[in-house]
């Protein structure tokens, strides 16, 4: 009876010891960044500014012709709109070209601002001299804190819920002696199209560019660029991917670096957990399925029927997500497809739901609906031919400046 006991006296003892050390350590990217032997987060792109080098050769294309259409729009006093899915990698392109134009021009010419994280909603305001608070709107307490005698380039990312009012905003910047700063508004597909039905917001953009996909080889030379320099190990480089785990990562991708980066931090956080040292096939193939990269690659390559109103339904979710920037309620969709009988409309919610493109919550009586972010790239590059058609269709050349060749250029 007593060796027993020991035993479950021991156990007792390893899982006190294995809850403190959870404690000391706490779960974070670093933890599995140092069990792979990376100095840091290989996709910061802080590492990109700091080793040029490592930026590859499409990506400084990119960067290049934007800064160029930057640039022009600021010489003719307008502001440009950069128009690309979510995980582009338009987040890292807009920090680059803050950072290059302050070290070209001087301090502050040019601002990156998250607006669904720094100008949405309302701050307390403490007074000094009064135990009382007032509520301050965040833009402009943004505005309060911005040098605007040296700012002249202010890159807008995530502005999707900001673009119905992107008149208002930069009319609030009007102070006497210089220019008003150029905005460069970043907003997905399915909110441009908001835009170009919209004479009052065409006329204050003087030029649009879009962030398409990447080519596989591209894909993969940015996986090997981002992890060669930040292994503390080159050596190890060989073993963290074989040639399936590349070949797998750059097919789950959709040619987005965003989703890449996305994916491969999801490996390594799965690996760490299982005391894993490399990123494997079974590795592979289970974040693809929990994370939604299995049936985002259905999706993009039209192996999952998604009739017109099915899709239209996941479209009006995904337009809502991106202006609300969180899970979308059900009643607001409902809204939108009030034409529709309600028995219809609930069928095709239950298929998108048994179908795991939609997944359901539940507080109290509400209703709220989330898509994954594999999925919601999926439909946003499905999205991409619509769009394109529609902006061609319905896009005035003398109000868009080169607006014709812009797609043209990535």
Known sequence: MSKPIENEENLHLSVKEAFNRGIIRGQSQSNFFDFFDFIGNPFDPSILINNQKQIVESTRTIITKLAERIGACHKNERHLILVGPECSGRTTILKIIENFLNKGFNENFSLYVNA????SGFSIEEEKNDENSDRIDN?????????????RIILVDDADSFISNAMQYCNAIRFDGFKIPTFIYC???LTYSYI???ERLKKIFGDVFWLGIREEEEI?????????NTLKSNAKQLTLFDDYSLDQIVNYSLGLPGLTSFFILSCLKMAY???????????????AYIEGFTLAKKIVDRNLNLDGTKYKI???????????????????????????????LAYHFKDLINENIIKQDRIGLRVYYTIQKPIRCALELIDLGSVEI???????PKEMVNIDSSIGDI
Not at 116 to 119: A, E, M, V
Not at 139 to 151: G, M
Not at 220 to 228: A, D, G, N, Q, V
């Open 116 to 119: 669904s994280d720094r100008w």
């Open 139 to 151: 833009f402009q307490q943004w505005i309060k804190e911005v040098d605007f005698h040296n700012s």
């Open 187 to 189: 907003i997905t597909n």
């Open 196 to 198: 170009i039905t919209n």
């Open 220 to 228: 993969i030379k940015i996986i090997l660029e981002s992890t060669r």
């Open 273 to 287: 957990q299982a005391n894993i040292n490399k990123i494997e096939r079974k590795i592979i193939e289970r974040v």
């Open 314 to 344: 996941l479209v009006e979710i995904l337009r809502q997500y991106y202006i609300d920037g969180e899970r979308v309620e059900r009643k607001k969709i409902i809204s939108q497809f009030s034409n529709m009988a309600r028995s219809t």
């Open 390 to 396: 529609e902006r061609k269709n319905e896009s005035d």
